[in-house]
């Protein structure tokens, strides 16, 4: 088995991969001056450069992430360069996965109500935040819906929305860049200009058709006979679904916008105001690589490093006989062994201790690590 070599970039210990896309790869890391549990991206340049728009999507989506703070919207927690690498490094919230891998995990595809309810809710308000900072995100669907461990939802994936100034006179748009699926009757129609904010009312309605039905409420076999579909703004709920869930998703995905539903009138509709009853399952988040409590992949990457039993462990690189303890711990097994008596056992004690623990004093020596 190969041994997991310890790798530190910038003030960053590398872990796991979590994801890969086309712009580029997602990693777990954790940041040795706060011990907190991050992810980054790591885009290499020459990709970027060969996508249209490639790089000036992501450095807009950097700029506008440091402007936003908001629960249910993802945090930019640093950005940097390594220039000798020609890479580029955006470190996020750490996040278990999205919602559309969640779907993709679910028997039928789709979520009980009370749980679609409890994410769709967190989406408006991600959005009300984001409207009213003049933000038009225009690609939200599931697969841009990630969770943290405690089920909070966070918007991401920022690289095609627009902004606006306050003094704007309208939210008037005039590219549309977002998933096909999840465009509207006007953008799939070919419109030169469009409201902004209504095409995030219509792709969040989409969304929770996708949650609630499994399925999608236009679709084709190419992109030019889904936008034929789209346009038409015609489509069917299947007759499970009930008011007054069945009416709001008639409101978002009304084919004119001006008939849309705003974010105030989604915030006051029955159906929000009102918790499903509970169903007997729920969707789990599903686990990364056979780690159901989504354990810190980075931790395989300390042991190793550290302590030599570790390499003799299971397919993580880690061993069951490992314990883990905080140095505060250790201090307090330290005292109470003291204050028994037992000093002399207690120094042998401590020393075994540290040999089967990584501490948190060992993680802030990797500061004198040299970087890879």
């Known amino acids: 088995m190969k041994k997991k070599r310890l790798k530190v970039i910038s003030k960053y210990v590398m872990g796991d991969l979590l994801g ?37 999507n992501v450095l807009k989506e950097i700029s506008l992430l440091k402007k936003l703070r908001h629960k249910n919207v993802i945090r930019l927690i640093d950005e940097f360069r390594i220039n000798e690498k020609s890479k580029l490094y955006i470190v996020m919230e750490f996040c278990v996965g999205s919602l559309q891998t969640m779907l993709d995990s679910a028997p039928d595809k789709k979520f009980p109500a009370q749980q679609a309810h409890g994410y769709f809710i967190q989406l408006v308000h991600g959005l009300e935040y984001l409207h009213g900072q003049r933000v038009i995100h225009k690609d939200i669907k599931p697969g841009n819906l990630l969770l943290t461990l405690e089920e909070e939802l966070k918007i991401t994936d920022f690289g095609v929305a627009e902004t606006f100034d306050f003094f704007a006179i309208d ?60 346009g038409t703004g015609v489509f069917t709920i299947p007759t499970e679904i009930q008011d007054p869930l069945r009416d709001l998703l008639f409101g978002m995905l009304k084919i004119n916008p001006t008939e849309r539903m705003t974010l105030q009138q989604i915030k006051q509709h029955a159906w929000l105001n009102r918790k499903p009853p509970a169903s007997d399952y729920k969707v789990p988040i599903p ?32 061993s069951d006989d490992v314990e883990y303890f905080t140095e505060r711990e250790l201090n307090a097994m330290e005292n109470r062994k003291q204050s028994e008596g037992t000093s002399e056992q207690s120094g042998s004690t401590k020393r075994n201790s540290k040999k089967q623990s990584i501490s948190y004093k060992a993680v802030r020596n990797l500061f004198t690590c040299k970087q890879s």
Request: glycine share 10%; net charge negative.
């Open 20 to 56: 890969e896309g086309s712009y580029g790869k997602v990693k777990e890391v954790m940041d040795v001056e706060t011990l907190s549990r991050r992810a980054v991206k790591i885009f290499k340049e020459k990709k970027l450069r060969r996508i249209p728009n490639g790089e000036q």
């Open 287 to 318: 686990p990364l690589k056979n780690d159901t409590w989504h354990n810190m992949t980075v931790l395989p990457y300390l042991c190793n490093h550290y302590y030599e039993n570790c390499s003799n462990g299971d397919e993580n690189g880690t």
């Open 171 to 230: 939210d008037t748009c005039y590219i549309g860049q977002g998933s096909p699926a999840f465009q509207p009757p006007e953008i799939a129609n070919g419109a030169d200009s469009f409201a902004g904010y209504k095409v995030d009312i219509w792709s969040s309605g989409v969304t929770l058709y996708n949650f609630v039905t499994g399925s999608y409420p236009f679709e084709g076999n190419n992109i030019y006979k889904l936008f034929e579909s789209i």
